[in-house]
């Protein structure tokens, strides 16, 4: 079956939601394995794990799951939370068929070129193979290697710093401690190390978090890319694979427990003998479920990706012309000086569905699938087709050029991954904005402590 023909029947797949008859009736979620199927079948004939791992490949495969899980919660009436309610979607206005099928049209246009050239990523892998980059597998970890570890972030494995200024308000110590497990396993990338980085990288991130399941999942995909480019594993291996979805699973419920007997005002944990008997109750059908479709954020990619861009299709005036997307280049500005300021997409969207919740500060996360639709509507396929040809490139151009040395670019141009799989998410484009400047802040401190290493202990 030739590489075009897969596509079209991609293509055709993504309008199935369309379809209404006898057989399936209410039950999209068939439809969607279908096309996730049909997907599955262009990018896994090589099981290239450079193609598996990228960005685009996670996009989709994040949003189709979701989707689906989403879907399939909804049929079931499962998802029963504050904020997480069928209600938003369980009226005659909400046509879930239309909104589903241009979701599959969107996704289709968002891989399309990266579907198209899959055969480069090929390439790269036998251009690795052939040592074209003359990769050193195994450097020596020397003490000049280690004074790149970044010291002046450890305080902040301890501190929770609450910044408020005029333009960000937030916590910003999950940045630091980001930064400083990505470069412990750059740093310490010989293969025995490696492993034992990432656990370590982990667990820190585990008792500092406690519970933010996203940096977590954010952290095991950057090492996975490493690991694959580090030790040229470029063959996706089954048993390793099935392997690391468990642990995955693993750690989010137990970060997600540790959530629950987490005490914020105490800043200590409740009875840890409470831990065991959570864990094993989680293993109900019912609220593993619930696990699943909250925890992964389901709830809200489907409910209010599907609301908002029902509201749009009803109400042509929400269209916002891009502004929202502006509005990350626009955020240093006071909106005092500069009433013009473009709203973000999560206070549009909440003020338009819960305006009560929204004067109480509070707002929902749209994904940015929905915020594309919201933005340019039908032309939303055009604008999402190009931000596909742009991210395959920059994707490219990364692997390309890639070459595992210790040094702190690499760790910086890591550490952007976590804000931009956020924004897909549903954080808003400032986050990606408000993460950069953090980044650029602990880049220039790590490199001035770097010089004055070198400087003062090395020379």
């Known amino acids: 079956m030739s590489k075009n023909f897969k596509i079209t029947l991609f293509f055709i797949g993504s309008l199935l939601p369309l379809i209404d008859n006898n057989l399936f009736i209410e039950k999209t979620y068939i439809y969607l394995i279908i096309n996730l199927i049909l997907y599955l079948s262009c990018v896994l004939k090589k099981y290239n794990t450079l193609i598996l791992l990228s960005p685009l490949n996670f996009i989709y495969l994040y949003c189709q799951i979701s989707l689906i899980i989403g879907d399939y919660a909804f049929f079931n009436d499962l998802v029963k939370h504050a904020n997480l309610t069928n209600d938003l979607l369980n009226n005659n206005h909400v046509n879930r068929r239309l909104v589903l099928a241009l979701y599959q049209l969107l996704l289709f246009f968002l891989t399309f070129y990266f579907l198209l050239n899959l055969n480069v990523y090929d390439k790269i892998v036998q251009l690795k193979l052939n040592n074209q980059f003359n990769f050193n597998l195994n450097p020596k970890v020397n003490f000049k290697n280690k004074t790149l570890i970044p010291f002046f972030c450890i305080p902040f494995l301890f501190l929770s710093y609450y910044l408020n200024t005029p333009f960000y308000s937030g916590y910003i110590s999950h940045y630091f401690v980001l930064y400083f497990v990505l470069s412990i396993i750059v ?4 293969k025995p190390y490696f492993v034992i980085s990432v656990f370590i990288g982990i667990l820190i991130m585990i008792f500092t978090f406690y519970g933010d399941r996203r940096e977590i999942i954010y952290f095991l995909y950057v090492s996975m890319i490493l690991y694959v480019l580090f030790f040229h594993e470029y063959k996706l291996n089954i048993f390793k694979s099935t392997i690391l979805f468990f642990i995955t699973i693993l750690l989010i419920l137990t970060t997600t427990i540790l959530r629950v007997l987490y005490d914020p005002e105490s800043g200590n944990m409740k009875n840890l003998n409470e831990f065991s008997e959570l864990f094993i109750n989680y293993f109900n059908i019912e609220l593993f479920t619930y696990f699943i479709v909250v925890n992964f954020d389901i709830a809200n990619f489907y409910i209010h990706g599907l609301n908002s861009i029902n509201s749009v299709l009803n109400d042509f ?7 929202t997307l502006l509005k990350g280049l626009l955020i240093f500005l006071p909106r005092s000086y500069f009433p013009f300021k473009p709203e973000s997409m999560l206070t549009l969207y909440t003020s338009y569905v819960d ?15 929905a915020e594309l639709f919201w933005n340019f509507h039908i032309f939303s396929l055009l604008v999402i087709f190009f931000l596909g040809y742009l991210f395959h490139k920059i994707t490219i151009k990364f692997l390309f050029n890639f070459k595992p040395q210790i040094n702190k670019s690499l760790i910086f141009k890591l550490s952007f991954i976590g804000p931009f799989l956020s924004y897909i998410r549903g954080a808003g484009i400032e986050y990606i ?8 802040i602990i880049y220039f401190f790590h490199t001035l402590q770097d010089k004055v290493i070198k400087k003062f202990l090395l020379t």
Request: aromatic share 24%; net charge positive.
């Open 187 to 190: 740093i310490f990338r010989k």
């Open 433 to 440: 904005i408000y993460s950069a400047f953090i980044f650029f």
């Open 355 to 369: 305006p009560i919740n929204r004067d109480l500060g509070n707002s929902y996360p749209i994904n940015f699938i």
């Open 317 to 323: 005036s929400l269209v916002s012309y891009g502004s």
